[in-house]
Nanobody, 124 residues
């Protein structure tokens, strides 16, 4: 299993922006579907965004589309989640995962590897 390391979380005010990073070993980012999920206290892990090895992107349209952007840099082995116009309801631990190509990217069970998570808190 790949060792994924998230970073970039923090405490911000509503309307602010953050960029999360997920560093993966070797060619993981190049060959796997990479996804971002989040989990708030007392809630299930929720799909946020995913990017395939061919750069096809998917988003949780109900909660983040238009505000969040997923991208990746194959040369750096890193996946990013740019989060703009943050809201208090975006508060959660954000996790990065790696899934086999072609598996359902919106389903947490598709992901073979996870990072330790990074806390994002949006509060005034």
């Amino acid at each position: 299993q790949a060792q994924l390391v998230e970073s970039g979380g923090g405490l911000v005010r509503p309307g602010d922006s953050l960029r999360l990073s997920c560093k993966a070993p070797g060619r993981t980012v190049m060959w796997y579907t990479m996804g971002w999920f989040r989990q708030a206290p007392g809630k299930e892990r929720e799909f946020v965004a995913a990017i395939s090895r061919s750069d096809t992107r998917a988003y949780n349209e109900d909660s983040v589309k238009g505000r969040f952007t997923i991208s990746k840099d194959n040369t750096k082995g890193t996946v990013y989640l740019q989060m703009n116009s943050l809201k208090p309801e975006d508060t959660a631990v954000y996790y990065c995962g790696a899934a086999q190509p072609g598996s359902p990217s919106r389903v947490a069970g598709s992901y073979e590897s996870w990072g330790q998570g990074t806390q994002v808190t949006v509060s005034s």
